[in-house]
């Protein structure tokens, strides 16, 4: 069944400004103004998100002591490991309450894997992020089985880093989401434009930024007119996932969005 998201902020690179996005089969199948959405898509039920960011979900690529590439119950070297829960033993669901919703196989641990390398940045704290990215290196994130925010995975490469090698909150994202999905063969834009799989979260209202990885000679802007897409200000905490959803399908819902209402003709 078809759903809409209104009044959002949409991380979307084909369309930054757009306020709506219609999730149907699967997929984004449309972006673009919410005034434009109520006005195409009367009787399609739709959730009303005011102020809230919708991003691509999180891959955690190196789930260590957590199922692997789909695989439950097995070890990184494919043993049975009774410290590793089953599928539906409740990992999944803490997991989609961060906005993760994929894990990498990441049989080898940190890092190259499958030309990918693979970085956790609560602990890797000496990383040179911009030796690594400005040397052609597509990154991946993982929690290493530290709890805790994705969030934090993007301030530990962005913000926290030695200013001589982070890179931007930007970069650090999409190694966050696309890198991870790399590793798992996913072909996905680490944006949410039309035809890409709906595997997103709606984060809660918060203050929205674009930043470069040098504050010394790039500037803030929080002007959605920059055409780049907006994330989170993370200077002073991150922001929590109000729902998550996986292929379309909700895996996670904080119970704070009012349920889907079918728009009414002139809404």
Known sequence: MPLLLLDIVLYSSDDPEASAVLIDDGVIAWTGPASTARA?????????ADGCLVSPS?????PV???????????????????????????AAPRAALGITDVGPAASGRGMQDGV????????????YLAEASGGTAIA???????????????????????????????????????GRRLLGQHHPGSLNPGAPADLVVWEPWDLTVR??????QTWSTDPRSR????????????????????????????????????????
Do not use: C
Not at 40 to 48: H, N, V
Not at 118 to 126: E, F
Not at 245 to 250: L, R, S
């Open 117 to 128: 390398r693979i970085i956790v940045p609560m602990i890797d704290i000496a990383v040179d």
């Open 40 to 48: 195409l898509f009367t009787g399609t039920p739709a959730i009303r």
């Open 212 to 217: 470069g990885n040098d504050e010394r000679i």
């Open 141 to 179: 994130f993982g929690s290493g089985g530290e709890d805790g925010s994705p969030w934090r995975w993007v301030r530990a490469a962005s913000i926290d880093a030695d200013p001589d090698k982070r890179i931007s909150e930007r970069a650090a994202f999409l190694a966050a989401t696309r890198g």
């Open 65 to 91: 002591g957590r199922t692997i590439a789909g695989r439950s119950g097995a070890s990184a070297e494919g043993h049975e490991d009774p410290s590793v829960p089953a599928a539906g033993d409740g990992y």
């Open 58 to 62: 999180f891959v955690d690529a190196l």
């Open 228 to 267: 780049t897409p907006m994330l989170p200000d993370l200077t002073d905490g991150e922001p929590r996932a109000l729902l998550t959803m996986k292929d379309g399908e909700v895996v996670f819902d904080a119970g704070e969005l009012d349920a889907p209402q079918a728009l009414e003709p002139g809404e």
